[in-house]
């Protein structure tokens, strides 16, 4: 059984920072492409940065880009995976709950239809 638990939430100021990291087990196999989305109050649920496997290159919204900065980790034998994002600059716009999503898919380009698995979020508050 696949899990995906996010930490690190919690509340800031404009232009502070957090670090949310996510990690997941119970997989044997490698996660193609693993990210981070999140969902505002009213609003539909957005993806924020992506990584894949095989070029490695990170994939941002355009709103986050310059601020938040994504990276993983993979155990040796695979077993688990790693996967943070460290956010700088936050602003009140970032609030939301921030979801570590997992894919077999290496099209995913952060569309939320192409992850397969899912953790529970944890919330980011940035005040004024």
């Known amino acids: 059984q696949v899990q995906l638990m996010e930490s690190g939430g919690g509340s800031v100021q404009t232009g502070g920072s957090l670090k949310l990291s996510c990690v997941s087990s119970g997989y044997e196999f490698r996660f193609q492409c693993m990210g981070w989305f999140r969902q505002a109050p009213g609003k539909e649920r957005e993806g924020v940065a992506e990584?894949?496997?095989?070029?490695?290159?990170?994939?941002?919204?355009?709103s986050v880009k310059g601020r938040f900065t994504i990276s993983r980790d993979i155990t040796r034998d695979a077993s688990e995976n790693k996967l943070y994002l460290e956010m700088n600059s936050l602003k009140p716009e970032d609030t939301a709950m921030y979801y570590c999503?997992?894919?077999?898919?290496?099209?995913?380009?952060?569309?939320?239809?192409?992850?397969?698995?899912w953790g529970q979020g944890t919330q980011v508050t940035v005040s004024s």
């Open positions: 990584v894949c496997r095989g070029n490695n290159l990170p994939v941002y919204a355009d």
């Open positions: 999503a997992a894919s077999h898919s290496l099209l995913t380009r952060l569309d939320e239809t192409r992850f397969n698995y």
